[in-house]
């Protein structure tokens, strides 16, 4: 599967719970200007086209698009990790944010046994 960058009212539209289908997204908020996210865009990409999240979105999100959703999904600093699960009922969509690794890894922040952990532990 490949992956969508999101916009900020794409991203808005996600989470203010206009997206009425079920569905589960993974984002990947990044910088331009953070090494770890350009390193861990490969494994990213490499985990989205996995036979076992097929059903899964996966998106990425330049925080300098909006600073403020930092606050909003209480993480701070990128790359971060999130699954957000929508529905079709007038509930708003589940937000999960990863752990920060300790210790991180040394090139991509996440180490990908980790996100792939996160990630089957959401969409169970």
Known sequence: MSIDRLSSSAMDKILNGEVKEKATCVVKFYSNDCHFCHALAEDYREIAEEEEFSDVHF???????????QQKLKFNGVPTISVIS????????RVRVM??????????WYYTKDIKSFIQKEIK
Do not use: K
């Open 86 to 93: 929508t529905t079709e009922a007038e509930t708003p969509p």
């Open 99 to 108: 752990p920060e690794p300790d210790p991180p890894h040394d090139h991509t």
């Open 59 to 69: 998106f990425a999100f330049n925080i300098h698009d909006d600073e403020e959703l």
